[in-house]
Nanobody, 122 residues
Framework: QVQLVESGGGLVQAGGSLRLSCAAS????????MGWFRQAPGKEREFVAA????????YYAVSVKGRFTISRDNAKNTVYLQMNSLKPEDTAVYSC???????????????WGQGTQVTVSS
C-alpha cells in the first residue's frame, strides 16, 4: 500500500515555472515506478511523465518534452515534476501515481494521489 500526497500547485503566469512534489508513505517507494498525469476541465486524464523505480529511465508526453522534468529522491520518498515555460494549455489538476512500470497507460498505476491544481494565466 502506498499513499501519495501532491503539493506545489498554484497560479502562475505563462512562461513561468512550478515544481510539483509527490510525497509517498511506506518503505517500498523505491520499488515503484512513478507517473504524473493531468486532467483539464471537460477533458480526459492524460499522461505527462513517468520515471522508473531507480530513476534511470524517464518518459514524457510530446506536449511537455523539453519543458518538464520528472525526477525522484528515493531517500525522501518523493517524486518531482519541474515545469518550465508553462503555457495556458498546461492548466489542469496534476496527479501522481505509483505502479510497477513507467508506462503511459493510467490504468496500470495502482495508487493515486488526490491531485494539485495548476493554473497558468495568459
Amino acid at each position: 500500500q502506498v499513499q501519495l500526497v501532491e503539493s506545489g500547485g498554484g497560479l502562475v503566469q505563462a512562461g513561468g515555472s512550478l515544481r510539483l512534489s509527490c510525497a509517498a508513505s511506506g518503505r517500498t517507494f523505491s520499488s515503484y515506478a512513478m507517473g504524473w498525469f493531468r486532467q483539464a476541465p471537460g477533458k480526459e486524464r492524460e499522461f505527462v511523465a513517468a520515471i522508473s523505480s531507480s530513476g534511470g529511465s524517464t518518459y514524457y508526453a510530446v506536449s511537455v518534452k523539453g519543458r518538464f522534468t520528472i525526477s525522484r529522491d528515493n531517500a525522501k520518498n518523493t517524486v518531482y515534476l519541474q515545469m518550465n515555460s508553462l503555457k495556458p494549455e498546461d492548466t489542469a489538476v496534476y496527479s501522481c501515481a505509483a505502479g510497477r512500470f513507467a508506462v503511459v497507460a493510467s490504468s496500470l498505476y495502482g495508487f493515486w494521489g488526490q491531485g494539485t491544481q495548476v493554473t497558468v494565466s495568459s
